[in-house]
């Protein structure tokens, strides 16, 4: 049974710091990740994705990747009202088949950035 | 705007109704998804279609029927539905269904359903 863990919040963090956001998976095989964004109300909209150890920044969002913890996270920084909205983590196995059984979800954190 | 146009945006419907749910896709995908998203769950995968062909059915109750008559064009046959099956129903597409590309999903505004 595949799992990801993300604390449901919500997460408030003034405006201009910096945003963490913290997911953990249970499947070792585990080759993607993937962060999405969904505003109340709105469809999930892909942000970020990251497939090795390490960081990986684009503009004002990097994320984390710990493969051996198991341990992917967003950060934030310079933090904006407009960024309030829960922010899903997903994970992918890709199986040596080269299949594929699709994204497993967290439920979620919401973040609200307060002005 | 996503590129996928899902209708209705809203529905209700008794448990003996007979309802469908559209979605449209004009990004030149070949897969595409239903997902389910209640509140304080996760979101759960449904069905997958790639090239017209259905590769998962994550368990679903036969009261969800799908249909993929073309890589554009998805939809979800409901029957006889429970109330606890009131969420939100979100369509979504990728490229293709390989590890290298079934990730980066681009998700309609979904449909939001109450059963009475």
């Known amino acids: 049974q595949k799992e990801v863990e993300q604390n449901s919040g919500p997460l408030s963090v003034p405006e201009g710091a910096i945003a963490s956001l913290n997911c953990t998976y249970s499947d070792r095989g585990s080759q993607s990740f993937f962060w999405y964004r969904q505003y109340s109300g709105k469809s999930p909209e892909l942000i970020m994705f990251i497939y090795s150890n390490g960081d990986k920044e684009d503009g004002r969002f990097t994320a984390q990747l710990n493969k051996a913890s198991q341990y992917v996270s967003l950060l934030i920084r310079d933090s904006q009202p407009s960024d309030s909205a829960t922010y899903l983590c997903a994970v992918n196995v890709a199986y040596s088949g080269g299949g594929a059984d699709g994204l497993t979800f967290g439920k979620g954190t919401h973040l609200i950035i307060q002005p | 705007e996503t590129g996928v146009t899902q209708t209705p945006r809203h529905l209700v419907m008794g448990m003996t109704n007979k309802k469908s749910l559209k979605c449209e896709q004009h990004?030149?995908?070949?897969?595409m998804y239903w997902y389910k998203q209640s509140a304080k769950k996760p979101l759960e995968l449904m069905f997958v279609?790639?090239?017209?062909?259905?590769?998962e059915n994550n368990s679903v109750p036969s009261r969800f029927s799908p249909e993929c008559p073309n890589s554009s064009h998805l939809f979800l046959h409901l029957h006889t539905l429970q109330p606890e099956d009131s969420a939100l129903y979100l369509c979504a597409s990728s490229q293709d269904f390989t590890p290298a590309t079934n990730e980066k999903l681009f998700f309609g505004s979904g449909t939001q359903l109450s059963v009475l």
């Open positions: 990004l030149g995908h070949n897969a």
């Open positions: 279609y790639n090239f017209k062909e259905q590769t």
